[in-house]
């Protein structure tokens, strides 16, 4: 079996989407967990240095949620949104904003895809409104946040 | 006094855009208040022929929405989504999909801006992941549904 934990960050040629696509040693249903539960989630989300405190979650159709990233007790970057589509186990779909970085707003899309041996390929698309809005998140260092994150997530995924 | 009442609907050529631009003879307080009070939107949204049933409407940052289309009792569509942020009198963004209609989403802006003379002009943006799925939607005739809801919005907001 080979095993694939690459993850491959992509900005699409003809509309303002980045792609990161990512492979997980887990089913689905446990990846989809990670994303939607907030218990999951802020063991496993963003850089070695930072902690996750979720401040809002709602994870349902139409519902909202926020969360802060933490150093220490410094608040670093608070993210909101809300809930399009939370269809366990194979899409999530979510509005995303940063808090105090003005009005612009992104739709950002899961899939997760099941493959053989109880893996899963996860799709993660996020469609921004300006090709230099898409600039600005790609040239903002977010590939080692997520590259980093991904990476505790197949630990706690090998822990079950 | 010049009063455009003209509805302009452009297709973005840089990205996947749909961008609506209307004005009103009312402050951006009542046409955004048209567009988040479903007692009022269901008297103007949609052609002459067709009507609104509001199945869940709750316009606050991360609550969810979804309506029904009707010609008489028959169901035409039912739209649904999420509300990103509600932000009277400038503001609302939101997600859109259309049941039975396959996974795709759009992320749509409304931004209300006070023109002189009590006036407003709205520019609704609709971000389509794809310039196909664009294409599809500019295809569908929605234009005659907006430019016919908007004049009944007309005589709606005239008469206070």
Redesign the interface.
């Known amino acids: 079996m080979t095993t694939t934990t690459e993850t491959r960050i992509e900005a699409d040629p003809?509309?303002?989407?980045i792609r990161v696509v990512r492979e997980f040693d887990a089913p689905p249903e446990r990846v989809f967990r990670a994303f939607a539960d907030p218990d999951v989630l802020v063991q496993w989300l963003g850089p070695e240095t930072t902690s996750v405190r979720v401040d809002?979650w709602?994870a349902?159709?139409?519902?909202?949620?926020?969360f802060t990233m933490l150093r220490g007790a410094e608040e670093l970057v608070t993210f909101?949104?809300?809930?399009?589509?939370v269809r366990s186990p194979d899409?999530m779909?979510?509005?995303q904003?940063m808090e105090g970085m003005g009005?612009g707003?992104?739709?950002n899309?899961l899939t997760f895809e099941a493959l053989p041996d109880g893996r899963t390929r996860l799709t993660d698309?996020t469609?921004i409104?300006?090709?230099e809005g898409r600039d600005m998140i790609l040239a903002s260092g977010m590939d080692e946040g997520v590259i980093a994150g991904y990476k505790k997530l197949d630990e706690l995924l090998a822990d079950g």
Chains 1, 2 share one sequence.
């Open positions: 003809a509309v303002p989407v809002r709602d349902v159709n139409g519902g909202g949620y926020r909101w949104g809300a809930f399009h589509e899409r779909v979510r509005t904003s009005d707003a992104v739709l899309t698309a469609l409104e300006s090709f």
